[in-house]
């Protein structure tokens, strides 16, 4: 480097602190080229490429007199084709490298290509990023001084006739311009050049009282504390929601078994438990479905169930609505022998005329216990009927038909199974094992699924904490800056 460079860098670095310069511009105008000539080293690499050789934000430094010179070189952040969030990530990137802040920031642009209307557009977006006026720390660098020579043209004659958006930036820069011709090997011209330029940025810091642009680190550190803030609420939200909807979830099955499970004690001390199901006849549900709900129901009667209110021989049928027939004046038999369509006359043959009529509107306490004496007294007849013995899910349809059949085990109040009749032994412990395995597999499926949601609900916790751990990371470094 010459001495007349070195000179006028001690000039503006007489307060004795290091200076970082930012380049900014579009692919291809020759920030990375001018970087290096600032170096005076090919720090940067720079090659004519349309997609930019740099793919993230690199800072290189020198030293001038002992003074440090950092120089950060960027992609095309201008490039509006460009993700948003890749040109934020990366300014965010920039200013963690400039640790002191930005002194100056060179938008690079070459002689060589036109600026237009868009290309203004990009500039003022990239303004826009910033809170407060980055422009004022902006230096118009212009590349391809060799090409410009070549013209025999000078800078100024080249802005005399330049569009006027470029004129427009170039105002809203404070006119600060230089002229760079990175191709030169002429030491005389590379020192001038960069003196020209170190002229610039004391210029720069002069405009703003020696303060380096440390605004955006601000605005920065203003919004992660934002976002922390919001993302404590949302998570203190969602531990909330959380927790309220477990409470509901389980206050509901709490619900829903007292529902459907009710106990009664009668006068004469015998207590009737009654389960309610949802439409377990309707053909339209999942089978799957329905074998869970009987698996449910199976568990609520741990005693077993001495009566089903609808089919076959455990059966009873509970018609409703004995007000409406009592408006009409018709009694349950009127009723059945009129207008009951065949299949329910079946049915009711099945249930060996075990019917009783139900009016549950009434609040005749008579007539309430007259209606449940008269089903208490089916229940006793279904009792005597199955021997005393509930149906459970042990007792399969076969076994209760062949139980049936066999005189020896009927009459007595409990199943006596003997060796003579090993086959329905057999027969009923087979079921029984088989039942048993259906229970197992659709609690082990339960199980699972359980498990799995936990453990789902565990990885988005834990998801949301590394996401959390990052932001105060990002935070804490942000603020050590201060
Ligand atoms: N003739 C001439 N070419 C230049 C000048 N500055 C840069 N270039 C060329 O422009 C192309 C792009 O330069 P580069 O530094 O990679 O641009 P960047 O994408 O802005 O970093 C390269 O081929 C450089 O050699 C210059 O002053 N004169
Ligand atoms: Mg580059």
Not at 327 to 333: G, M
């Amino acid at each position: 480097m010459s001495g007349n460079a070195m000179s006028s860098y001690q000039e503006i670095t007489e307060d004795g602190g290091t200076r970082t310069l930012l380049l900014v511009g579009r692919v291809g105008d020759g920030k990375s080229a001018t970087g290096n000539s600032i170096l005076g080293t090919k720090a940067f690499k720079s090659m004519h490429c349309s997609s930019g050789v740099t793919t993230a934000c690199e800072l290189h430094s020198t030293q001038l007199d002992g003074k440090i010179l950092n120089v950060i070189d960027t992609p095309g952040l201008f490039d509006i084709s460009r993700d948003p969030g890749f040109v934020i990530k990366e300014l965010v990137r920039c200013f963690d490298l400039a640790k002191d802040g930005i002194h100056a920031v060179l938008l690079v642009l070459s002689v060589r290509t036109r600026f237009s209307r868009e290309e203004q557009a990009s500039v003022q977006c990239f303004l826009d990023l910033f809170e407060s006026n980055l422009s004022d720390y902006m230096i118009v660098v212009f590349t391809g001084g060799d090409e410009l020579e070549e013209n025999d043209e000078i800078l100024f004659q080249y802005l005399d006739c330049c569009p006027e958006p470029l004129k427009d930036v170039l105002k809203q820069c404070g006119n600060r311009q230089v002229l760079f011709d990175d191709k030169t090997l002429d030491p005389s011209k590379k020192a001038e050049q960069l003196r020209n330029l170190l002229i610039q940025v004391n210029l720069v810091m002069d405009l703003n009282g020696g303060k380096s642009y440390t605004a955006y680190l601000f605005k920065e550190l203003k919004k992660l504390r934002e976002m922390k803030h919001l993302e404590a609420e949302m998570a203190k939200e969602c531990a909330a929601r959380l927790e309220a909807e477990q409470n509901a979830e389980a206050a509901l099955m709490n619900w829903e078994n007292i529902k459907r499970l009710m106990s009664t004690r009668l006068d004469d001390g015998q207590t009737i438990d009654v389960i309610d199901t949802p439409g377990l006849v309707d053909f339209s549900g999942e089978p799957e479905d329905i074998g869970k709900e009987i698996v449910r129901c199976m568990e609520l009667a741990k005693a077993g169930i001495h009566a089903v209110l609808l089919i076959g021989d455990y059966m009873v049928i509970v018609f409703t609505g004995g007000d409406e027939l009592e408006d009409s004046d018709q009694s349950l038999d009127e009723y059945l022998g009129n207008d009951c369509p065949e299949p329910l006359k079946e049915t009711i043959k099945l249930c060996d005329n075990r019917v009783v009529l139900f009016d549950n509107k009434t609040k005749d306490k008579q007539k309430k216990l007259d209606q449940l004496n008269e089903f208490r007294s089916l229940v006793s007849l279904v009792l005597e009927k199955n021997n005393g013995i509930p149906y459970t899910n042990a007792l399969s349809k076969n076994y209760r038909y062949e139980l049936k059949a066999n005189s020896s085990l009927i009459g007595d109040s409990k199943p006596v199974v003997d060796e003579s009749n090993e086959p329905i032994r057999k027969s009923y412990e087979e079921h029984l094992v088989r039942l048993t395995e259906n229970v197992l597999e659709q609690w082990a499926i339960e199980r699972a699924e359980r498990i799995s949601a936990e453990h789902k609900a565990k990885e988005t916790r834990a998801k949301s904490e590394d996401a959390m751990r990052e932001l105060r990371d990002h935070l804490e470094r942000a603020e050590r800056k201060f």
